[in-house]
């Protein structure tokens, strides 16, 4: 069983920085690959950031490349994602997900398995 918790949302100011944490329970959580999510009301779940298993791969969204930066910590089960250069069109509800053990990464939300229960995000301009 998996289990997502996410953490480190809230409100900041334009130009501002958040921590994204989402931390695992679960074998399948430790070998699988991660991405973070996120819905603004009235929109689609889009994909943010991903990172492989090892860690050795990182992707992005071209909204967010330069800005976001996804890691993390097998040791801890916690994926990251930092947060810089915040804009008020970053405002939303933030997701972690897993995919199934050596998956690799996807941008189509469907295919993640595990999901946490997302962490509100809100960019002040």
């Known amino acids: 069983q998996v289990q997502l918790v996410e953490s480190g949302g809230g409100l900041v100011q334009a130009g501002g920085s958040l921590r994204l944490s989402c931390a695992a329970s679960g074998r399948t959580a430790r070998y699988g690959a991660t991405g973070w999510f996120r819905q603004a009301p009235g929109k689609e779940r889009e994909f943010v950031a991903g990172?492989?298993?090892?860690?050795?791969?990182?992707y992005y969204a071209d909204s967010v490349k330069g800005r976001f930066t996804i890691s993390r910590h097998n040791a801890k089960n916690t994926v990251y994602l930092q947060m810089n250069s915040l804009k008020p069109e970053d405002t939303a509800v933030y997701y972690c997900?897993?995919?199934?053990?050596?998956?690799?990464?996807?941008?189509?939300?469907?295919?993640?398995?595990?999901w946490g229960q997302g962490t509100q995000v809100t960019v002040s301009s």
């Open positions: 997900a897993v995919r199934g053990t050596y998956n690799p990464i996807s941008y189509n939300p469907q295919r993640y398995y595990y």
């Open positions: 990172i492989t298993w090892s860690g050795t791969s990182t």
